[in-house]
């Protein structure tokens, strides 16, 4: 690619270019307003309420387990930065607060830490976090430019990592100045990957959504497990738009803001074309309420993201990690009263709950 609008040229150290350009999303996420233009669909679902739960709320059970490893809730940070100093910062807080609350957590994009090892501390968060699952992360377009299973494994080792999720984004890598979107051939190079690197491995998308179609050709492919990561939440469209100055490309962001399918919707088709499969419901989801629908609707994890990152960004230290605990809590707490309020006293219980009605 020729020069980005920062004046970077194609063979500018990549290292330095993508660690600059993580702080810079880091930035644009808390001060700019990159929600796209479309919900998440949640809304439109509604709990029947039953006034005779017959269950006591001190035993409702929110357990669950994934990559191996226990979880008190079925909850995940999804992966959001790494590869600068705050980032490291922030992802040292967010690990604090899911060993202590028993959530997983994913990691944003490797590749800076694979291409400059000295990043790797901002994304190893194991001596923290000894119990939890934690999920390495690389871009999968990367696959088509030079990375295979050896820099996928490297990514995992650094991370001391259950798993590995590789993202697609397509639409962000066309919008990004320095974008790579040549997606072509993908899925077989998925393929490859998930046969050689030894660890689960997922796919997930970045706030536009996977079909059930797509998910099944990936599950065939072996991928063991799906974040559908739906519209309603960040649009990394939107994002990059702030950080070029191609007025094409501003342009077509904006007429592109409510691209993608509701979060909603993609747990629904992907759970109808593969009832066993793993699925974990991000894009938008702020509430435990939101996790509760999501659940219901065929997912074994919700997800949050952005929802999460003004706690873990503002104030000093203490106070970020308190915020952080205190929002776990009441997500875990509007999951829980979600559950009471239907009857359902596990979370396989609220997954096979009939009185999730669409209004």
């Not at 993580?22 to 809304?43: A, D, F, Q």
């Not at 074994?300 to 000093?316: E, I, K, T, V, Y």
Request: charged share 20%.
């Amino acid at each position: 690619m020729a020069a980005d609008n920062h004046g970077n040229a194609k063979n500018a150290d990549p290292a330095q270019g993508t660690a600059r350009r993580k702080g810079e999303h880091i930035r644009i996420c808390l001060e700019e307003n990159v929600k796209g233009g479309v919900s998440t669909g949640l809304e439109r679902f509604r709990f029947r309420h039953n006034a005779l739960p017959e269950i006591d709320f001190r035993s409702l059970s929110t357990g669950c387990s994934f990559l191996g490893r226990t979880l008190r809730a079925p909850l995940l940070i999804s992966s959001m930065t790494g590869g600068t100093d705050e980032a490291g910062a922030i992802n040292r807080l967010l690990a604090e607060a899911a060993e202590t609350r028993g959530w997983a957590m994913g990691l944003g994009s490797m590749r800076a830490a694979v291409e400059d090892e000295s990043l790797a501390s901002t994304f190893n968060v194991r001596r923290i976090a000894p119990t939890i699952p934690i999920i390495a992360n690389m871009g999968a377009v990367q696959l088509n430019y030079g990375y295979g299973a050896e820099q996928c494994l490297r990514a995992v080792h650094m991370a001391e990592a259950d798993g590995l999720v590789l993202h697609l984004n397509g639409l962000q890598e066309l919008f990004q100045p320095e974008g790579d979107a040549d997606f072509s051939g993908l899925l077989r190079r998925i393929e490859s990957v998930c046969r050689a690197v030894g660890v689960p491995v997922g796919v997930k998308e970045v706030g536009w959504g996977i079909d059930g179609g797509t998910a099944a050709r990936l599950h065939e492919a072996g991928v063991a497990f799906i974040d559908v990561a739906g519209a309603g939440g960040t649009s990394w469209s939107q994002v990059e738009k702030h950080r070029s100055a191609d007025p094409v490309k501003r342009g077509a962001a904006d007429t592109l803001a409510a691209w993608g399918t509701p979060t909603a919707e993609c747990i629904r088709d992907v759970r109808a074309r593969l009832p066993q499969a793993t699925i974990i419901a991000s894009g938008g989801l702020r509430t435990g309420l939101d996790a509760a629908k999501s659940i219901a609707l065929g997912a074994n994890l919700a997800g949050f993201g952005r929802s999460l990152l003004p706690g873990a960004a503002a104030g000093s230290a203490g106070e970020r990690s308190e915020a952080l605990l205190r929002q776990f809590e009441q997500i875990e707490f509007e999951l829980r009263a979600s559950m009471f309020g239907i009857g359902a006293g596990s979370i396989e219980a609220l997954r096979g709950t009939d009185r999730l009605i669409e209004s």
